[in-house]
T-cell receptor
Framework: AQKVTQAQTEISVVEKEDVTLDCVYETRDTTYYLFWYKQPPSGELVFLIRRNSFDEQNEISGRYSWNFQKSTSSFNFTITASQVVDSAVYFCALRGYNDMRFGAGTRLTVKP | NAGVTQTPKFQVLKTGQSMTLQCAQDMNHEYMSWYRQDPGMGLRLIHYSVGAGITDQGEVPNGYNVSRSTTEDFPLRLLSAAPSQTSVYFC????????????FGNGTRLTVT
């Protein structure tokens, strides 16, 4: 069975700090896909980024960047120069052959 | 575009009652799924469907039934509601089972007393 672990339950930072959200996954599928979603206080789920298992190139998109390391089964997500509007719950997700499983989420609070 | 539409937004049930949470998408997505969200537990998969006429169980299927008679609709039935089913329920869809992200509805907040 697939499993996603987000060890950080809550993180609090001050605005403009960089913050990294950790995600570790388990799967037996040889091809899989990793995602990060954001859930702001309004409650909707917003897709942020994705990575295929066969592409370990790390990328930067604006203030977001991600570090995918297959050797350690990790898919960490970094927000650079955090802003108050980044306050939300962030979910890491793993899609295997059939379904998508989510971690328990990390609640990020960015203080002004 | 409507995207994924869930109804109702809020529902209160008494223990033992049954009800159906509705989910419809207008994007011609093959894949649909239901999750429940509880504090500290993230999103847990209840049931999913890879196409019309095909459904399968997720992590927490007990107490729930689904059917997929059309591509557009994927209703979730609570057979006999229990307080443990108090949760926020999300329906989601995607074009396929690949790297396409899930599109989520706005959720249904269910309280069972």
């Amino acid at each position: 069975a697939q499993k996603v672990t987000q060890a950080q339950t809550e993180i609090s930072v001050v605005e403009k700090e960089d913050v990294t959200l950790d995600c570790v996954y388990e799967t037996r599928d040889t091809t899989y896909y990793l995602f990060w979603y954001k859930q702001p206080p309004s409650g909707e789920l917003v897709f942020l980024i994705r990575r295929n298992s066969f592409d370990e190139q790390n990328e930067i998109s604006g203030r977001y960047s991600w570090n995918f390391q297959k050797s350690t089964s990790s898919f960490n997500f970094t927000i650079t120069a955090s802003q108050v509007v980044d306050s939300a719950v962030y979910f890491c997700a793993l899609r295997g052959y059939n379904d998508m499983r989510f971690g328990a989420g990390t609640r990020l609070t960015v203080k002004p | 575009n409507a995207g994924v539409t869930q109804t109702p937004k809020f529902q209160v049930l008494k223990t033992g009652q049954s009800m159906t949470l509705q989910c419809a998408q207008d994007m011609n997505h093959e894949y649909m799924s239901w999750y429940r969200q509880d504090p500290g537990m993230g999103l847990r998969l209840i049931h999913y469907s890879v196409g019309a006429g095909i459904t399968d169980q997720g992590e927490v299927p007990n107490g729930y039934n689904v059917s997929r008679s059309t591509t557009e609709d994927f209703p979730l039935r609570l057979l006999s509601a229990a307080p443990s089913q108090t949760s926020v329920y999300f329906c989601a869809s995607s074009p396929g089972r690949d790297n396409s992200p899930l599109h989520f509805g706005n959720g249904t907040r269910l309280t069972v007393t």
